[in-house]
């Protein structure tokens, strides 16, 4: 039986993921990450709503970065789901680049490994940032690149080796849309 | 064809004759910095999808249990319930653009939910009877979430997400997708004397229903 191309025919009872083509598959991720950072964002601003910002931060950043809260479980299913394993820099990046909470949201990026242990990651377009810009949530942008990545992407590093160090090289806000939208470097320290 | 080769510890692509490159069936090897998900295998991509709807679910409930702590449990779960409410149209909208479902019948919604980034095939079983164009039966067999409740013997909890959220959530993708399909809850945990009435197996049940306009 051919792969599936899309699901535009009659329901199938039987149906496998195995069923779709790569691509289907594909844009079935792709729909998983968005769900995935949509219903952050959706969770985000009721809160903004109801409480105001301060408790909306304070909720956020509980969320990504508590021991054992979201980040901590992103990072083990995505690397159970992939095998990833190791300890180095290049093992960080594979996760990087099957994650929903990055390649889902951070669309364009680059990834120069200089060595196993450190290597410089590059963001050419980020769909939160993109929106903040548009909207002019220079507050928003400033806890989510700052507040939450700073410290989430030290914790990312650590979850793979307690050695490794984020390093911001480049965060927004940026002059204008044709610079890149941030830079990290990652070093496990020897 | 395209080769991966290292040079001094670091990845370079090469041009080789001939020879595909096998689509990888996890990514324990070396790191590829132009990696594309069109590279994995199938089966590759279907347990990511696996691990990112779990990884939905439980997101949502680490925002309920922040919400919980610091502001009790009503408010935690009035936010848990509008927020799958207001999940429901984008994720129909994002569901339908991936997989080109079209169509506002009974067959193309039941394509669209077992579809949802939030209901991953093989993290959750179902099954839709078709009674008609216009009714169907659908039965969730599988649940984590009713399987990680029950075994920390959470019934109230089981009671407000299984009684109040889904019916609420159910209805606000239905009305996503077509505001006519009237969804009735059949059987709702808690599982209680399920076995003994012979629904053992059964997670919970829906009838969905098109109401021809006269």
């Known amino acids: ?190 | 064809m395209v080769e991966l080769i290292w040079e001094d510890d670091v990845p370079v692509r090469k041009k080789t004759k001939g020879g595909q490159m096998k689509a990888l069936e996890e990514y324990s090897g070396k790191y590829d910095p132009n990696i594309k998900y069109q590279d994995l295998s199938k089966d590759a991509l279907a347990r990511l999808l696996n691990a990112y709807s779990k990884e939905v679910a439980l997101l949502s409930a680490f925002w309920y249990n922040a919400v919980k702590e610091k502001c009790g449990e009503e408010q935690a779960f009035a936010c848990e319930v509008k927020v799958w409410e207001d999940i429901g149209a984008p994720e129909i909208n994002w569901t339908r653009e991936a997989l080109n479902i079209q169509g506002n019948d009974l067959n193309a919604f039941a394509k669209l939910i077992e579809m949802g980034g939030a209901f991953a095939r093989d993290v959750y079983d179902s099954t839709f009877d078709f009674k008609g164009p216009n009714h169907v039966v659908f039965t969730i067999t599988k649940c984590p979430s009713l399987a990680y409740l029950e075994r920390h013997k959470e019934k109230e909890r089981i009671a407000k997400l299984c009684q109040i959220l889904e019916p609420a959530s159910m209805r606000a993708y239905a009305a996503a997708f077509n505001p006519d399909i009237i969804i009735t809850p059949l059987k709702l945990p808690p599982r209680d004397g399920w076995d003994e009435k012979g629904w053992g197996g059964l997670c919970c049940q829906w009838e969905l229903k098109i109401e021809p306009k006269t």
């Open chain 1, 1 to 190: 039986m051919a792969d599936l191309e899309d699901y535009s025919g009659e329901f199938r009872p039987d149906l496998k993921m195995e069923d779709f083509s790569k691509e289907a598959l594909v844009r079935l991720w792709q729909l998983g990450a968005s769900l995935y950072i949509g219903l952050d964002g959706l969770y985000y601003t009721l809160i903004r709503e109801k409480w105001g910002e301060d408790k909306a931060r304070e909720l956020g950043a509980e969320i990504w970065l508590r021991k054992g809260f979201a980040s901590d479980i992103e990072v083990q299913r995505g690397r159970q789901a992939m095998n990833i394993w190791g300890d180095d820099v290049a093992s960080l990046f594979k996760y990087f680049q099957i994650d929903p909470g990055a390649a889902g949201v951070l669309v364009d990026c680059t990834y120069e490994l200089k060595d196993k242990n450190h290597g410089i990651f590059t963001v050419k377009r980020c769909r939160p940032l993109e929106y903040w810009e548009k909207h002019g949530e220079t507050r928003m942008q400033k806890y989510g690149c700052e507040e939450l990545d700073i410290p989430g992407f030290q914790r990312a590093a650590e979850l793979f080796n307690l050695k490794m160090r984020a390093t911001p090289l480049k965060l927004p806000p940026r002059k204008s849309n044709e610079d890149i939208c941030c830079q990290w470097e990652f070093k496990v320290e020897s």
